[in-house]
């Protein structure tokens, strides 16, 4: 089998919705579909999600369209690492890290999505999967609401079956997130667990005196504290908290996740499918955090459900609202496995 052609198809428009965090108002449901087609007729495909700035589907889109795909065209679909590598050195000159790699994840995913059509199966059971469902908790605790709308959500996340929440902090002062996430607390019950994330916001010295007080509130963890490349305060504030540092969705690739792993900067391990390297590069940050205990909960879901199967270390896929369709149910507090061919996945 070989690759004949790649399309891509893009999407931006406005959010019906626009939600905030403590550093930006994600406002865009922008989208860059990416489909393989084959000499056999089987085809495999992605979709890359971009939340804010209008054009970054289409830049998207040029550079799978204008470098990327015409180097793989006539290789093998099923020698996906072969293709990381190629890709890899490709982009080195202009740098493999930010869109290059967000174009490398994209065609990782679509080349696993073509290897399970191929053989039929879904890609969890490719991986070896360990699991055939997974725990979920609701990302649902946005700054743009308020108390009142934010217990509104998270009662009816508890409500639809999800094990707890995750609420964002860090859009004003301390006693502003310890009055949410008190209210927060009082719907979902004491034993369920909640999840403060920062998204980046803090000084180093913030961030300890925050930490601390999430401690003292019961927080299952701290996500993301301090801009995503200090790995180094990381290993510090790691040190002095003992709630639990979460994070990775903002580093690129294995070699940024080696050092904050064997340095202890990080409790719970976080990749994100665009600017990890894909479903291959997720996979094997995954079983490295795993030789050294680190649980992993990946950011976002969809594909990454398949990852999450296969892992040792899997605790949480992360999701929104189960859509008011009711095509999704969740059993005991986890999504189950989705059964198609592909990387066809439930979760969202």
Not at 36 to 54: K, L, M, P, Q, W
């Amino acid at each position: 089998m070989k690759i004949t052609g790649i399309g891509v198809e893009v999407v931006s428009k406005p959010k019906a919705h626009a939600v905030r965090d403590a550093l930006q108002l994600l406002d865009r449901d922008g989208h860059t579909k990416v489909v393989i087609e084959t000499d056999e007729g089987i085809t495999g495909v992605s979709d890359t999600y971009f939340g804010r700035v209008a054009s970054s589907p289409a830049v998207l889109a040029a550079i799978i369209t204008d470098q990327l795909a015409p180097a793989i065209v006539g290789d093998d679909p099923t020698l996906i690492r072969q293709v990381r590598q190629k890709l890899w050195r490709l982009t080195d000159y202009q740098g493999s890290t930010g869109l290059s790699l967000f174009g490398i994840s994209a065609i990782d995913l679509a080349l696993w999505d073509l290897l399970g059509k191929s053989l039929e199966v879904p890609v969890w059971k490719l991986l070896g999967a360990q699991r055939t469902s997974i725990p979920t908790y609701a990302m649902v605790g946005w700054l743009e609401l308020d108390v009142p709308g934010l217990e509104a959500v998270s009662t009816k996340a508890m409500e639809q079956g999800f094990r707890g929440v995750k609420m964002k902090v860090g859009g004003g002062p301390l006693s502003e997130d310890i009055s949410r996430i008190k209210a927060v607390r009082a719907v979902i019950g004491p034993d369920a667990p909640l999840m403060v994330d920062a998204n980046q916001a803090f000084s180093y010295s913030e961030a300890l005196r925050r930490g601390r007080a999430y401690s003292d509130l019961g927080c299952e963890w701290f996500e993301e504290p301090l801009p995503a490349a200090d790995t180094e305060s990381h290993i510090r504030l790691a040190d002095k908290l003992d709630i639990p540092i979460a994070t990775g969705e903002n580093r690129y690739g294995q070699a940024q996740f080696r050092d904050l792993i064997t340095g202890g900067g990080v409790g719970v391990v976080q990749p994100d499918l665009r600017r990890a390297g894909g479903l291959t590069d997720c996979l094997e940050i995954g079983l490295m955090a795993a030789g050294f205990g680190i649980p992993y909960a990946s950011h976002g879901g969809g594909a990454h459900i398949h990852v999450l199967a296969a892992l040792p270390n899997t605790i949480y896929v992360e999701s929104g609202l189960l859509p008011p369709d009711g095509r999704v149910e969740l059993v005991d507090g986890c999504y189950p496995l989705p059964l198609e061919p592909g990387l066809s996945s439930w979760s969202h």
